[in-house]
């Protein structure tokens, strides 16, 4: 189910998602991460917390127990790593232990490990646009070299306080979200980077005319007139200036929709990206 709430803060669920938040404000990770254990996470920080909420809720809802874990992210930890550098720089003093330990962004995947008591592969990356698409990639290729049975997928980002602080980068927008997925091997499941919009289009032209795209925010009207030649276009209700949109639109797809997925991805730096995703 999807809803939006009084204070825009979005919810999806499903039995191969996640939890996805956007607010304009801070996500109380902890509380959610009660509603689905009781187990107490020591030292975990609202980053860790938001991989593990998002994970676990996940993997409520599936029974299988042979995967392994692949995690993107674009900033990490960035409340933990901003009062470290506080700590030294602006304080004189060295970071605390823990304190510096969370600014590592694969510190959640140890915590949601030592969770499950399970001995697996866990890769985490980051990638300011990119970063579902590429754990995605990695995914894939395990799966398809039968170095893992089933992958569990996902992508966190939160922000940090004093929220004036985060206002000054991002414009009063304030997006945190946990999204993860779990899949198994699929043929036709792939993702594709192109160095240029020549490249991508060449690509889109082997598809089927009425043939439903989801699109990046970040592509330009000329682009999107362009890409409508050939393809339908997709609209989503994942908030458009969320980092790394990809994860929203595939978790709410997933999550209502037993048709495939096809979504592009755009790197303002330059480079596109190409999903295809069956159920």
Known sequence: SLYLGKKGYVLIHS????????KEGYEDWNRELKKITDIKFRRAGRFSQAV????????????????????????????????????IFLHNRFPLPFSFINTLSNTPLFFLLQHLGINTLGISLSHS???????LSLAFADLNADRAKNALVGVCDTWYEPKEDAFRLIDKNLYEFSAWILIDKDERNFVRFFDNF???????????KKTAFYF?????????????????LQTSTAPKIITNCAAAIVCEHF?????????????????????SLYK
């Open 198 to 208: 020549d490249e991508l289009l060449e690509n889109i032209k082997q598809f089927y």
């Open 255 to 275: 999550s209502k929709n037993e048709t495939p997925l096809f979504y592009i991805g755009k790197d303002l730096r330059g480079g596109y990206s190409f999903i």
């Open 129 to 135: 646009y990119f970063a579902f698409e590429n754990a």
């Open 216 to 232: 990046s925010p970040c592509f330009d009207e000329n682009e999107l007139k362009e890409v409508e030649k050939y393809i339908k």
């Open 52 to 87: 593990l909420s998002g994970a676990l809720s996940c993997l409520s809802r599936s029974d299988k127990v042979d995967f392994s874990i692949y995690f993107g992210t674009a900033n990490g930890d960035v409340d933990s790593t901003i009062k470290s550098q506080d700590n």
């Open 15 to 22: 039995s191969s998602l996640l939890t996805f938040g956007a």
